[in-house]
């Protein structure tokens, strides 16, 4: 209809939030959005990777390539990589990626002296900008900070020099630049059970159609012997209840729906950016691919108005 307007406003509740991970609700929109979300989070929030390496001297048993490589996966701090340009549009360089705009500069030396076996790890890296250096990841065990990630180890008298350029990137154009571990959602679970015919059933047949769901959706009330919904979100949408309570021959037990505006986000970060930032980032992202979308149906609305007149006027 004419007139009528078809605008949302998504609303996020936040439930847990740490450094590496976070989980929220977003409701009031549908799928679209919410999936337009969890793919700019994986592959169009930019951070800082390591882009090209130049390796001096190196006499591990591990060959060149294989070291770049390595360099190139190890997460670095990347709270700065919104501020930072594109390597192919900084201007300061000419796209060359090398000046401190666009580019962040580590040196790496390391030589083993003894008959220990020497672990070159990701702190062994000397950053030129003390911002952006590899993430720390403490030891599950023991909670204290480790050496990091490990490169390569040396013998003795085995040496590894190098220089390394780190670069800001998007992990649609390569996954060392994506700072998600992980990104997930899932429709929010809506179960009603039938108390009347519930009631029907026997004990034993409750608890073994209690039984019949992997997930552990549903439980025995140990005062009152009725069966309840335990953890809705536990839901995988695996119909296996619904099977059950057919070959029951009471069909209709239970009905479960998915709420089409409400979804459940978990987010794990890889470290390089907070789990929290990482939303924030995505939301910015998307906004801005959104405002895109909007000039672009603006200047061909201007063209359909004034033709030739207005690409003339932006200089087409």
Not at 112 to 138: F, G, M, R, W
Request: aromatic share 6%; charged share 30%.
């Amino acid at each position: 209809m004419e007139g009528t307007s078809y605008q949302r406003f998504p609303k996020i509740k936040i439930r847990v939030v740490k450094d590496d991970y976070m989980e929220f609700e977003l409701r009031e929109t549908d799928a679209s959005i919410a999936n337009a979300l969890r793919r700019v989070m994986i592959a169009e929030v930019p951070t800082i990777a390591i882009d090209l390496v130049e390796i001096e001297v190196n006499s591990s048993v591990l060959n060149d390539e294989f070291i770049a490589h390595r360099l190139g996966l190890i997460p670095l701090i990347s709270e700065r990589a919104m501020a930072m340009r594109f390597s192919r549009d900084c201007d300061a360089c000419d796209g060359d990626g090398q000046c401190e705009f666009c580019s962040v500069e580590f040196h790496l030396r390391a030589k083993c002296i003894n008959d220990q076996t020497l672990e070159v790890a990701s702190k062994d890296l000397i950053s030129s900008d003390h911002t952006v250096i590899p993430v720390d990841y403490p030891d599950s065990a023991t909670g204290e900070e480790n050496k990091g990630i490990i490169i390569v180890k040396l013998r003795r008298g085995q040496e590894l020099m190098l220089r390394a350029i780190a670069r800001k990137g998007i992990g649609k154009d390569h996954a060392k630049w994506s700072p998600a571990a992980t990104v997930t959602f899932m429709y929010e679970p809506e179960i009603y059970i039938n108390e009347e015919l519930m009631e029907t059933l026997t004990l034993d047949q409750k608890k073994e159609f209690v039984d019949s769901c992997p997930t552990k959706v549903f439980a025995i009330d140990p005062l009152t012997d009725q069966v309840v919904v335990n953890d809705a979100e536990a839901y995988t949408y695996d119909e296996e209840v619904l099977k059950k309570a057919e070959a029951m021959g009471k069909p209709g037990l239970v009905e479960i729906h998915a709420k089409e505006d409400s979804f459940i986000f978990k987010v794990e970060s890889t470290g390089a950016i907070k789990a929290s930032q990482l939303v924030l980032n995505a939301i910015q992202v998307l906004k801005q691919k959104l405002d895109a979308v909007r000039l672009s149906a603006d200047t061909v609305e201007a063209d359909e108005q004034f033709g030739e007149l207005g690409a003339h006027m932006r200089g087409g």
